[in-house]
């Protein structure tokens, strides 16, 4: 065994657990319940799972996939077209896998992402047969070292019969270090998680489990899949302002400081652009404890404003994997990866007064938002942790465009075509068009503080005239309830949720 190679796997005892994809996949039978590690396309497992599809495209197997959020390459699109797939959770983010769940032929379990490991953990879930985990190396008391990303990767782990590691030589090993795995006692008996600062560090740097319970080693050679966010455009970077326009008023009143709180930012191109927003704002000394650690962590790095970050997995564009992975030692130790139940626990969130920054798929006019389902049917990706941060956020803010479709969609709707975070737990609701501050607000202040700050028109006076319709029939949240999806129904049918003369004029214009 080559000298760095032996540096990977310390227990001298494992170095013959040493086999192929293939071997190790056969360590999986049909019907099983399988834990994979990735978080958001970082720290995924690689080979294992792709050994395992080309499989079942010979033999009857079907497994049940739990990882920590979505997968990386060509995972769940394998897996998917292989038939290997029964059951999926609790979040995923491949276009293949969508169609399939969508259609019924996988059963997809949407959930919380603190949750998953709590229902493991009480045996309200199937338990979990063969943990397949990524790691950087294994230490002489066979612990595991992960990656990139922690996620549900401890527990999946801890709580499986077997455990399949794959050493990824792909990663340094100066990843040694960055993370904190801390695991909550069982219930009633729990304690207090002993978190008081972004920056504390309360368990282990590695995944502690006994040494025999390592089945099979896979040794793989193959970077984490790239984030592929687009800049900030017109509509992005005028959310971002309207953002930081608040922020310096909660400052002013004295209700932030210039640090503001601990902030969250949920995936994807429109919390990445607002995070991004921050650099040319007043604000300094900032610090995160969010889920995934993306381009703007690291841009906020790099302007001086951030202090330190702490979540479940770094995903970065091609680019700026490069220059943060290249010149590590420069932000290693502002940093930390916890457990997805740590990261997103309610408790922390709470405690630490977290600002969360998510992002809607549509809202409506009492602050409802929808953040999975398009038209109400159809899943997109998951809920992830949004739930878990704004339900507890000391302010939970979610963003959108106010249109989509070049304009045949309104993102701020008469009432949601499906609920992911009630009127209760969103406190501000903000587009490219305005910033609705829904705190302290009835539901028909509320309505009228998001049509006048977060609407483009025409549907800015449609809503209008939808809620003068229905405050003559009165209620605390009025509706015209066989009006009340009629914009979805109408985009259904035709294509567009403008009427037909608004559709002209808006193709004249």
Excluded at 424 to 450: F, N
């Amino acid at each position: 065994m080559s000298e760095n190679l032996a540096q990977r796997i310390r227990a001298s005892s494992l170095r013959d657990k040493v086999t192929t994809a293939a071997a190790a996949a056969e360590w999986i039978k049909d019907g099983m319940t399988i834990g994979m590690s990735g978080f958001t396309k970082a720290g995924d497992a690689k080979v294992v799972p792709l050994a395992l599809a080309e499989r079942a495209r010979h033999e009857p197997l079907k497994v049940t996939l739990l990882t920590g959020a979505s997968l990386g390459g060509e995972v769940d699109r394998q897996l998917t077209e292989a038939g290997a797939l029964v059951r999926r959770m609790p979040f995923q983010g491949d276009p293949t896998l969508r169609a399939a769940i969508n259609s019924g032929e996988v059963m997809y379990v949407d959930q919380h992402l603190s949750e998953t490991v709590e229902f493991l953990r009480s045996g309200q879930i199937a338990p979990v047969d063969v943990a397949i985990i990524e790691a950087i190396a294994i230490t002489e008391t066979g612990a595991i070292i992960p990656t990139t990303s922690v996620g549900n990767s401890a527990s999946f782990a801890i709580l499986a019969d077997k455990v399949i590691v794959e050493i990824n030589l792909a990663h340094a090993l100066e990843l040694e270090g960055l993370h904190d795995i801390f695991i909550p006692k069982r219930r009633p008996a729990r304690e207090p998680v002993p978190l008081t600062r972004v920056s504390d560090r309360v368990g282990t740097t590695s995944i502690e489990i006994p040494a025999e319970k390592i089945v099979a080693i896979v040794i793989t050679n193959q970077p984490d899949s790239t984030a592929s966010n687009l800049p900030p455009d017109e509509e992005t970077a005028a959310i971002a302002g309207h953002l930081v326009a608040f922020f310096t008023k909660e400052v002013a009143a004295g209700r932030l400081t210039e640090s503001l709180m601990p902030l969250q930012a949920g995936i994807g191109t429109i919390a990445n652009a607002v995070m991004s927003g921050l650099i040319d704002s007043p604000f300094k000394h900032l610090s995160m404890y969010s889920e995934v650690l993306q381009d703007s962590t690291f841009e906020l790095f790099d302007a001086g404003k951030l202090d330190f970050a702490s979540g479940s997995s770094i995903t970065l564009s091609s680019r700026k994997c490069h220059e943060v992975f290249g010149n590590f030692a420069k932000y290693k130790d502002r940093l930390v990866l916890r457990p997805q139940e740590i990261s997103n626990h309610p408790e922390i969130v709470r405690r630490l007064g977290i600002i969360a920054i998510n992002t809607a798929l549509e809202a409506d006019i009492y602050g409802n938002v929808n953040s999975t389902h398009v038209m109400g049917t159809s899943m997109m990706n998951g809920i992830g942790g949004s739930g878990d941060f704004a339900r507890n956020a000391y302010l939970a803010v979610f963003a959108t465009k106010s249109v989509a479709k070049g304009g045949k969609i309104s993102s701020i709707v008469p009432m949601v075509a499906h609920t992911d975070h009630s009127s209760h737990d969103v406190d501000i609701l903000v587009t490219e068009i305005g910033l609705a501050d829904l705190r302290g607000l009835a539901p028909r202040e509320r309505a009228q503080a998001i049509i006048n700050n977060c609407v483009a028109e025409p549907y800015r006076e449609m809503l209008r005239e939808y809620v003068a319709e229905a405050n003559q029939r009165g209620g605390q949240t009025p509706h015209v309830l066989e009006k009340a999806l009629s914009w979805h129904v109408r985009y259904r049918e035709h294509g567009s949720m403008l009427p037909a003369v608004e559709e002209a004029r808006l193709k004249v214009a």
